[in-house]
Every structure is written in structure tokens, then in C-alpha cells.
């Protein structure tokens, strides 16, 4: 039993998630005795913060935004399980049902926003967790978060899996017109094995790109990244062709793609995803990631084939009107379009 009272039994505001990690270090999660459990069997911790802007390097933009750490989507490629080793929690099943929910994020932004020092450069929302996981439609702060956004007249590019933000069509239009916003919806694929395999806690695909669809005509910037593309499951020419021809139907504005990178925790947790549920990939995947990113030839091309169709369905590639989110552009190089790993 441990001496001190578990999770901050005597405090009246939320912890910090400095004390959030001291907490999980001497007691693990069951420490996080405050943390509430909702029908989706998550269990969301909140917390304070003493900052919303984060400054960020060799990124095409320099600020990002993030009310919610971890996320219930639990997508076994998601670089950003890596970071939830930050508050002293694990990659695995802790990344997707313990979420840290900012509370007093929006007040805290609006004072940032605020200052004279404040020069409204490009954001990035969304680049740890997705901005419109399922609490969302509890919590509200992404509404929140744009509305101060607009207010202060920053632009942002919004990333996010999430058919939810359609909610936020009239407050999105706000920041528009006071600076700039772009929609970029995760749909790294339409095929439904794929689908169910990597991305266990999202909405249909379809769904997804229906989401587009509506911010589209509401007149919102909006476009889909096909990122990750992930090898030997989503990879071929047919699974790839399907999609960008959903994504043109679905009237997106452009679409983007890059080859999944592994790197860190988040590279443990899938090798661990593909031993216990596709070991047969396992010896590929060894040798294809024998470092963070794959060869540069697959690479090439992969972006090869997706420049190829993107001509085919008339959609404009990200790479035309400005560098990915993600921090990749997609390459302009021609190369042979027959795919090592169908």
C-alpha cells in the first residue's frame, strides 16, 4: 500500500501533468484515482495547463495545439504513442485508454493569443492526438480552441480522423475569414481490412470522406491525407487507386500521401501489433524498417503511384499548394510504378 494518498485525493483543482507523471511513476495508472471511466471504457484524466502553444523545430510550421493527450482511436501506426512516455505511461494499451483532457486549454490559449509578442504564424492542431476523438463531444475544447483562433486571427491547418469537426462548420468558417484554415482528414485508406486491422477505434473511412464532402460545400478548405500508406496492408495499386477514387467522388479539395515511418516506442508497439496478429509480415517489416523510414526507392515509388492517380482522378496533390502537416512533402520525382509488396 503506498503511504501517500493516490491521485491528489485532497486537491481541488486539477493536477498538472508533471504531477500526473510523478503520480503513474510511483504508483502506476492505478494511481490516477480521479480519472473517469465512460462507456468507451476509457478512463479521462484532466488536467491543467500552464501552456496551450507549443513551439516546435524542422517542421514547415513553428507552433502546435494539442487540448487532449492520448487518444482512443488507438491506431497501432500512430507516431504520437511515443510521446505518451512523457507521463510516465505506456505506448500500448495505456496510449488509447488513458487520455489527459486539458481543461482550462482555451483560456490559457486566449491569453497566449493575446500578448503583443503574439505574430500569428501557422499552427498545426492536432499533430499528438486527434483533436475530434470521441470526448470531444463532451469536453468541446477544439470548438473552444477555434473560436480563439479566430479571435486572434491565426491561421491553422487541423488534422484530424474525426467526422465530428463537420459540428464546428460555422466556427471554422469564422477562422477563415479572420485568417486562414485548412481541414486535412486522416483517411490513410478505404479498404475495410485495412480499415478494422490498423485503426480500431475510428470512424468508417467513408464516413470520413462524407465529412469532407460537407465541409466542402459549406465552403471550408478541405482535403485528405493518405498517410500513412502502410505496407502489405494498404500498399497496392488497387487498394491505393480505390481511395483516391473515393477521395475525388468525395469532392476534397486536394489529397496528400506518405509511406508510414517507425521510430521509437511506436515502432516496439507495431512489430508487436505484427508478431501477435500478422507474423507472417513480420520477417518483411524487419528488413523494410531496418531504419526509421523505409528505403527511398519504395518511397519514391509509392508517391509514384499516387501521383500517377491523382492525375487520373483530376485531385490536386498537397505537395502543390504547400508542404504537408505532417512535415513531408510528397515527391515530384517520376519512378516505376510496380509495387515490391502487394
Not at 492505478?30 to 496551450?52: I, P
Not at 508497439?269 to 513480420?282: A, C, I, Q
Not at 500517377?308 to 512533402?329: C, D, F, K, M, W
Request: hydrophobic share 40%; aromatic share 8%.
Amino acid at each position: 500500500m503506498p503511504a501517500e494518498p493516490l491521485l491528489f485525493q485532497l486537491q481541488r483543482t486539477p493536477p498538472t501533468s508533471r504531477d500526473i507523471a510523478i503520480a503513474v511513476k510511483q504508483g502506476g495508472t492505478a494511481a490516477l484515482t480521479e480519472a473517469e471511466r465512460r462507456a468507451d471504457e476509457a478512463r479521462y484524466q484532466e488536467v491543467t495547463c500552464r501552456s496551450a502553444l507549443n513551439r516546435v523545430e524542422g517542421m514547415p510550421f513553428k507552433w502546435t495545439l494539442n487540448p487532449y493527450r492520448g487518444c482512443t482511436h488507438g491506431c497501432h501506426y500512430c507516431f504520437a504513442r511515443r510521446y505518451h512516455t512523457q507521463f510516465e505511461m505506456n505506448v500500448d494499451d495505456e496510449f488509447a485508454s488513458v487520455i489527459l483532457v486539458k481543461t482550462n486549454f482555451v483560456e490559457v490559449l486566449r491569453k497566449e493569443l493575446d500578448r503583443p509578442s503574439w505574430t500569428r504564424e501557422q499552427v498545426a492542431f492536432g499533430t499528438a492526438t486527434d483533436p475530434y476523438q470521441p470526448i470531444e463531444g463532451h469536453y468541446k475544447l477544439t470548438r473552444g480552441t477555434i473560436e480563439a483562433l479566430a479571435a486572434g486571427r491565426t491561421p491553422v491547418g487541423i488534422v484530424t480522423k474525426g467526422p465530428m469537426v463537420v459540428r464546428d462548420r460555422d466556427v471554422l468558417l469564422d477562422l477563415a475569414r479572420a485568417a486562414s484554415c485548412t481541414v486535412y482528414m486522416s483517411v490513410p485508406t478505404v479498404d475495410e481490412d485495412a480499415w478494422h486491422a490498423l485503426e480500431p477505434g475510428t470512424a468508417h473511412p467513408l464516413q470520413r470522406l462524407r465529412a469532407v464532402r460537407e465541409l466542402v460545400d459549406a465552403g471550408i478548405d478541405a482535403g485528405v491525407l493518405m498517410a500513412p500508406i502502410v505496407p502489405g496492408f494498404s500498399s497496392s495499386r488497387s487498394k491505393i487507386e480505390r481511395t483516391i477514387k473515393a477521395i475525388a467522388d468525395h469532392g476534397a479539395r486536394f489529397a496528400g500521401a506518405m509511406v508510414m515511418h517507425l521510430e521509437d516506442g511506436t515502432r516496439r508497439h507495431f512489430m508487436t501489433f505484427l508478431e501477435e496478429s500478422f507474423p507472417s509480415f513480420v520477417p518483411r517489416y524487419e528488413r523494410l524498417y531496418a531504419k526509421k523510414h523505409a528505403p527511398e526507392s519504395y518511397r519514391k515509388e509509392v508517391q509514384a503511384m499516387v501521383r500517377v492517380l491523382q492525375n487520373r482522378y483530376g485531385i490536386t496533390p498537397t505537395v502543390a499548394r504547400r508542404r504537408e502537416p505532417s512535415g513531408e512533402a510528397s515527391s515530384d520525382e517520376p519512378a516505376q510504378v510496380g509495387f515490391v509488396w502487394k
